[in-house]
């Protein structure tokens, strides 16, 4: 069975990223920001099903970043939240994001490989190495300080899933970080391939989804550092004989003047922005994280306000529509989106943007079945 991200024609990917986390990607205090209770989940899965979006991506988070709001305080569980929109969607590609370091391989192996089948085939893996020292805290492990450390972990433990999904026989593993006897795990998933989407940026984050993912999530700052990325991992792929495509995370903020959007962004992310949480969110991915540069952290404060860094489309349909054909030019296969509250804005960026895509050939009108 092929999945349904890779089977879509459309040049240029979309979906939403973050939608099970309180706040969404916007560190603000508005008191319209994200409310990521369950009733809005399934009004923006339902949504998005119909507009022909692709994905549907999470953030696994266990700890959240403090200030007023306590951003990412609230959030709901991955897999779990993956197996209901599934429930309530029928088209649309539903990722889990899993952690490499609190999360066995063999628990990981079945629920994916159940997720697959009770969403006919629609699931897909966000692998995550691990950054965030809180949540290592809270589940008593150290976060490895090296980098090649944490990634020679996360692909041990993506070796194991792997053959998990693969092998009908009981097989024992034997690795550094993981030991099993006669282990097995069956079902295996039902498509094909389920998409492997690895986010990172760093040296060893790109080699990593080099050698195992579909799809690098990694930030955007402009379009040139766009073109570059793409072409990086495209190089790197290609010398293992591989395809890797970029996919990133935007923050919009689309209304039917320029100025009304500017007004609006400058509301929620500059006057009423968590500037304690921003700053906790900004302080721990300089410490332990390198998706971020020093320099990038440096310039973005607002972006992290805005959206957690994503790049901002922040304008009328017709800006934004232009901006997403620039984005997607430098090759970038596609991007998640954030909205402050993303079921309420949604509907003007299906009626006013996704046409405008499809008239620049970037995506076709849905065909309902
Ligand atoms: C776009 C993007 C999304 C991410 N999503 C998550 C997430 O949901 N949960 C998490 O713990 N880490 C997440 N990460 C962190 C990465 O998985 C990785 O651990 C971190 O970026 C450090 O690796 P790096 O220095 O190789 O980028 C994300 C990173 C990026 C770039």
Same mark, same amino acid.
């Given at each position: 069975m092929t999945s349904p991200l890779f089977s879509s024609a459309n040049k240029l990917k979309l979906g939403t990223f973050?939608?099970?986390?309180?706040g969404g990607m916007a560190v603000t205090k508005v008191e319209?920001?994200?409310?990521?209770?369950w009733d809005n989940n399934i009004d923006l899965v339902q949504q998005c099903d119909e507009a022909g979006i692709e994905f549907m991506l999470p953030i696994a988070r266990w700890i959240g970043y403090g200030g007023?709001?306590?951003?990412?305080?609230n959030v709901l569980e991955t897999v779990t939240w993956a197996a209901g929109l599934a429930a309530h969607s029928s088209r649309i590609q539903v990722f889990a994001t899993v952690h490499t370091a609190f999360n066995h391989p063999i628990v990981t192996a079945k629920q994916l490989a159940t997720l697959d089948q009770l969403s006919g085939g629609r699931i897909g893996l966000n692998v995550v190495a691990g950054w965030n020292k809180p949540e290592y805290d809270a589940f008593g492990k %150290?976060?490895?300080?090296d980098h090649a450390d944490r990634y020679a972990m996360a692909q041990e433990w993506f070796d194991y899933v792997q053959k998990l999904w693969r092998m009908d026989q009981a097989f024992d593993w034997e690795g550094t970080f993981y030991q099993g006897k006669g282990v097995y795990s069956l079902p295996?998933?039902?498509?094909?391939r389920i998409p492997i989407i690895n986010a990172a940026a760093s040296e060893e984050g790109r080699n990593f989804a080099m050698r195992n993912?579909?799809?690098?999530?990694t930030p955007v700052f402009d379009f040139e550092q766009a073109r570059d990325t793409v072409q990086d991992i495209s190089t790197r792929a290609a010398s293992v004989n591989r395809q890797v495509d970029v996919l990133t995370f935007c923050t919009v903020v689309c209304r039917p003047t320029q100025q009304e959007a500017e007004d609006y962004l400058n509301w929620y992310? %500059?006057?009423?922005?968590?500037w304690e949480a921003v700053d906790n969110l900004m302080t721990l991915q300089g410490l332990h994280?390198?998706?971020?540069?020093p320099e990038a952290l440096g310039m973005f404060r607002d972006r992290f306000a805005a959206g957690h860094g994503g790049f901002p489309l922040v304008g009328t349909p017709d800006t934004i529509a232009d901006l997403l054909e620039q984005l997607s030019a430098t090759g970038v296969a596609g991007t998640a989106l954030a909205f402050v509250d993303y079921a309420k804005e949604f509907p003007y960026f299906r009626q006013e943007v996704l046409p405008r895509l499809e008239r620049k050939g970037l995506r076709q009108p849905v065909q309902h079945s």
């Open positions: 973050s939608a099970n986390c309180s319209e920001r994200w409310d990521n209770n007023d709001t306590d951003f990412h305080g %150290d976060l490895p300080g295996h998933p039902v498509q094909d993912a579909d799809f690098l999530f992310a %500059d006057e009423n922005a968590d994280a390198q998706s971020f540069t």
